[in-house]
């Protein structure tokens, strides 16, 4: 078996840290803690888990606590977590059974990381990260904000998912204030730092600075195509934002240069149509991710919805507005079998129950 130490930077996380270590205390054999300033009981509570707590002066650099906290560990592997994250009780169970069968030949284990979820707990949003890696140097933190582990080796994907588990709250500027403090002293981001600067940018409303960034990321050729395919979608809704619906349609369609079409893509062309009331070309794009292989472990991210129910509950809508009630009905039972208790799935079953005796019923869109 395998011997693991979790590795965690912490800043005033007093309101989640316990619950985070609670999950996977008894998972891992040692428990490091980087504290980069807190003034809360954060390392209090700390405390009661683990007596590897250092102190790390925060210099505006992610990649800099995190390697701190990694040349601590003392154990072969080393699994990193976020205060906000925890281990599921039916992944605890997966990570133990990997403990105890993992190849000492492999040198880093993708999990899930899943981060968004429906009103049932169903996971809706998620992608791969690197999440258990060998403690060898070779195997560093890189990039001031959005960090990410120098890949290499023997890599291999695993079910097991990460929780990100944050409480709702307002969003934070500090990380566009950082790559904002880094450019203004004349630093060059990397492709990986320019496409998230891009989306800090955009999630805090700065729509024409975003455009501009997105566009010098995807311009360079440098970018990982996963990346590129999420740029020309962020890069869309700018451009949607700024009410300029053809530059968003082909930056939608620049993606498409990238790789096979993606169901998140194809779903936001879907929209494009249906808002101009262009029903059948949007039926056509909804339609089309029915037909597509998903690439769920291609590490990019992966919303579930944009594969399966998304696409069949607006077919529902497209094909009702052009007449095709019989086939709309049936891409209702469709998104059923994804969703049974959606309350726009079990509307349109009453609209179509009620069509049949009147035709003054409205089918609910069910867009999310």
């Not at 690439?295 to 594969?307: K, L, M, N, T």
Request: aromatic share 12%.
């Amino acid at each position: 078996m395998i011997t693991i130490s979790l590795c965690m930077i912490v800043k005033n996380e007093e309101k989640v840290l316990e619950r985070c270590l609670n999950s996977v205390k008894d998972l891992v054999d040692e428990i490091i803690i980087a504290d980069t300033g807190s003034t809360d009981r954060t390392k209090e509570i700390a405390g009661r888990f683990t007596k590897n707590i250092y102190d790390f002066p925060w210099i505006d650099d992610f990649s800099a606590a995190r390697n701190f906290a990694y040349d601590k560990a003392t154990k072969e592997y080393i699994l990193w977590l976020d205060a906000d994250d925890i281990i599921l009780p039916e992944d605890a169970v997966k990570f133990r059974k990997l403990k105890k069968t993992l190849s000492s030949d492999i040198d880093i284990v993708m999990m899930l990381y899943n981060i968004g979820f429906d009103a049932q707990g169903k996971v809706t949003f998620s992608y791969y990260r690197e999440r258990l890696s060998k403690n060898i140097p070779r195997f560093r933190w890189s990039e001031p904000v959005h960090e990410c582990l120098q890949l290499g080796g023997n890599i291999i994907n695993s079910d097991i998912g990460i929780t990100h588990a944050k409480p709702p709250g307002a969003r934070s500027s500090r990380n566009l204030e950082i790559y904002e403090n880094l450019l203004s002293k004349g630093t060059k981001l990397s492709p990986r730092g320019t496409y998230y600067y891009a989306r800090e940018l955009k999630d805090n409303g700065r729509f024409e600075d975003a455009i501009d960034a997105f566009e010098q990321f995807l311009d360079s050729g440098l970018g990982w195509v996963e990346d590129n395919i999420a740029a020309c979608g962020e890069l869309a809704k700018c451009y949607r934002e700024q009410g300029d619906s053809k530059r968003a349609f082909r930056a939608m369609l620049r993606s498409f240069q990238y790789d096979t079409p993606r169901g998140e893509l194809c779903c936001q062309i879907g929209y494009h149509f249906k808002e101009q009331k262009e029903y059948r070309k949007a039926a056509f794009w909804f339609n089309l991710v029915l037909t597509l292989e998903n690439p769920q472990s291609s590490w990019g991210f992966h919303q579930a919805d944009f594969w399966g129910y998304i696409p069949c509950i607006e077919c529902v809508v497209c094909y009702d507005h052009l007449g095709e009630h019989e086939k709309a009905e049936r891409y209702n039972d469709m998104a059923a079998a994804f969703k049974p208790d959606s309350p726009s799935v079990l509307y349109n079953k009453e609209y179509f129950k009620n069509r049949k005796k009147t035709d003054t019923s409205s089918l609910s869109e069910g867009r999310i």
